[in-house]
C-alpha cells in the first residue's frame, strides 16, 4: 500500500546549491505532477507529465526542471536552489488517459528550507 | 478563468457540531468534483469525487455540487477531533493533463 513515496522528506540547502527530489508510484498511474505548497498560496502547478515520456510547464516552473524516468518515477530538479523556493513540494500521481478528471493520489511531501 | 475560492478559516466548532465547507468557482467547464483532507505535515488524500451536479454520501460525509450557482460544499455530521484538519477542495474540466484546479482550503478544527 505505498501509493506515491517522495524521498527526502526534510532537506536544507544554501542558496545556488542544487537538488533532485524523487518521486515514485506504484499504482500503475499514466499522469504525475509536482506541486509546491505555501502559506495562503495554495497548492500550485510546477510541472506535470500526462504520460512517459512527456512532460510540460505548470504554473510556475521557473527554476525548477523534471524528469519522467519511466512510468512509475518522477524527479524535479533545483538547478541552483533560491530562497523563493523554499516550500513544501508534493508528488501526486493519477490514473489518466482518458477524457475525465480523476482523482489524484498525493505523497506525503518533501519540505525544502533553502538557506 | 481557473480560479476556485475558499474560505482559509479557521472554522472552529464543538464535537458533534455539523460542519459546511464551502467553495465557488468561476468556470462553468468545471464537471469534476472532489473534496481532500490534509493533516499537518500530511499530503492530501481524497475524501469525495463527484461529477457533475447532485449529492453524493460516504458515511458521515456528504459532497453536494450546485452547477448552476457554481457552488460546491462538504457536509460533516457529528464531527470528530479527528477531523481537525484542512479541506480542499479541487475540480476539473476533463481531458486536460494539467490536472486539477485547487483551492487554498479551509483549517478546520473540532472542539472536544
Known amino acids: 500500500n505505498a501509493g506515491v513515496t517522495q524521498t527526502p522528506k526534510f532537506q536544507v540547502l544554501k542558496t545556488g546549491q542544487s537538488m533532485t527530489l524523487q518521486c515514485a508510484q506504484d499504482m500503475n498511474h499514466n499522469s504525475m505532477y509536482w506541486y509546491r505548497q505555501d502559506p495562503g498560496m495554495g497548492l500550485r502547478l510546477i510541472y506535470y507529465s500526462a504520460s512517459e515520456g512527456t512532460t510540460d510547464k505548470g504554473e510556475v516552473p521557473n527554476g525548477y526542471n523534471v524528469s519522467r524516468l519511466n512510468k512509475r518515477e518522477f524527479s524535479l530538479r533545483l538547478e541552483s536552489a533560491a530562497p523563493s523556493q523554499t516550500s513544501v513540494y508534493f508528488c501526486?500521481?493519477?490514473?489518466?488517459?482518458?477524457?475525465?478528471?480523476?482523482?489524484?493520489?498525493f505523497g506525503d511531501g518533501t519540505r525544502l528550507s533553502i538557506l | 478563468q481557473k480560479e476556485v475560492e475558499q474560505d482559509p478559516g479557521p472554522l472552529s466548532v464543538p464535537e458533534g457540531a455539523i460542519v459546511s465547507l464551502n467553495c465557488t468557482y468561476s468556470n462553468s467547464a468545471f464537471q469534476y468534483f472532489m473534496w481532500y483532507r490534509q493533516y499537518s505535515r500530511k499530503g492530501p488524500e481524497l475524501l469525495m469525487y463527484t461529477y457533475s451536479s447532485g449529492n453524493k454520501e460516504d458515511g458521515r460525509f456528504t459532497a453536494q455540487v450546485d452547477k448552476s450557482s457554481k457552488y460546491i460544499s462538504l457536509f460533516i455530521r457529528d464531527s470528530q477531533p479527528s477531523d481537525s484538519a484542512t479541506y480542499l477542495c479541487?475540480?476539473?474540466?476533463?481531458?486536460?493533463?494539467?490536472?486539477?484546479?485547487f483551492g487554498k482550503g479551509t483549517h478546520l478544527i473540532i472542539q472536544p
Open positions: 479541487a475540480t476539473g474540466s476533463g481531458g486536460g493533463a494539467d490536472g486539477l484546479t
Open positions: 501526486a500521481s493519477e490514473r489518466g488517459g482518458g477524457s475525465s478528471n480523476q482523482p489524484q493520489h
